[in-house]
């Protein structure tokens, strides 16, 4: 099952799920967005997880509180496709959230035996230095990843990233790793592996006078596998 989901899914990238999903000012007015992606290839953590993919998203936050649903459908029909759906909190630079993932390929959406089900439950926890994001991820529950004694793993994630301006674009540099031994990540590499190491440059296409989409290009390497990814996107 593991492998299942690798063949499917810095990424929440950095932009949705760039890690945190979670709203970090608190808002007085309930405020909700809609939104989609269109990207060249599916990259998470280090993991080709498919090709060309659109990304749909819809927020809505308050206070500091958001409940989001984000989602991946290939282009092709073997290509699988994922539902997620996460509850946050934010305040100032740091942010807390739980995630559902779901794919398909396996048990229906309403399964959630610890050994029949294709979601995996995720706890987050980071801060945002301004200069410096550090986030750190847990399985907890569903496909949380196993040991090779076929203990359960809780496998587990961190990355840091520190956005900067260059030659008139926005940039983003990550690391990202899995702390200790588990199958989820890495082809089922032991311990501690370096996921990926990411460079993402942002660009604002001018459309009309009050219209812009943003085009995203980014290099990955996943040391870990030895994979070596360059994507593009564009966010509606």
């Known amino acids: 099952m593991i492998k299942r989901l690798l063949k499917k899914k810095c990424q929440m990238l950095l932009a949705i799920a760039i890690a945190s999903p979670a709203v970090l000012m608190a808002q007085d007015k309930v405020e909700a967005n809609v939104g989609a992606d269109l990207v060249s290839g599916y990259i998470w953590r280090g993991q080709d997880l498919g090709n060309i993919s659109v990304q749909p998203s819809v927020s809505i936050g308050y206070k500091g509180f958001s409940l989001s649903a984000w989602g ?17 909190y934010g305040i100032g630079g740091f942010s807390v959230s739980v ?20 979601h995996t439950f995720e706890a987050q926890v ?3 230095f301004g200069v410096l994001a550090l986030n ?11 040991k090779t004694n076929g203990e359960r793993a809780y496998a587990s994630y961190f990355s840091i990233e520190a956005p900067f301006r260059l030659g008139g674009l926005d940039w983003s540099a990550c690391v990202g790793a899995t702390p200790w031994e ?7 590499k032991s311990g501690f592996a370096v996921s990926e190491v990411g460079v993402k440059a942002t660009k604002e296409l001018k ?3 009050s219209w812009t989409l943003p085009l995203f290009a980014q290099v990955i390497w996943n040391p870990a596998t030895e994979g070596a990814y360059f994507v593009a996107g564009l966010s509606f």
């Open 126 to 128: 980071g801060y945002d």
């Open 207 to 209: 459309i009309t006078e």
């Open 99 to 118: 995630t559902d993932y779901w794919f398909n390929g396996g048990p229906g959406y309403f399964h959630y035996g610890a050994h029949d089900t294709n």
């Open 182 to 188: 588990n199958d989820f990540y890495n082809g089922g």
């Open 72 to 88: 991946s459908v290939g282009f092709e029909k073997s290509d699988t496709k994922e539902l997620d759906l996460t509850l946050g």
């Open 136 to 146: 750190w991820y847990t399985n907890f529950a569903g496909n949380v990843g196993y």
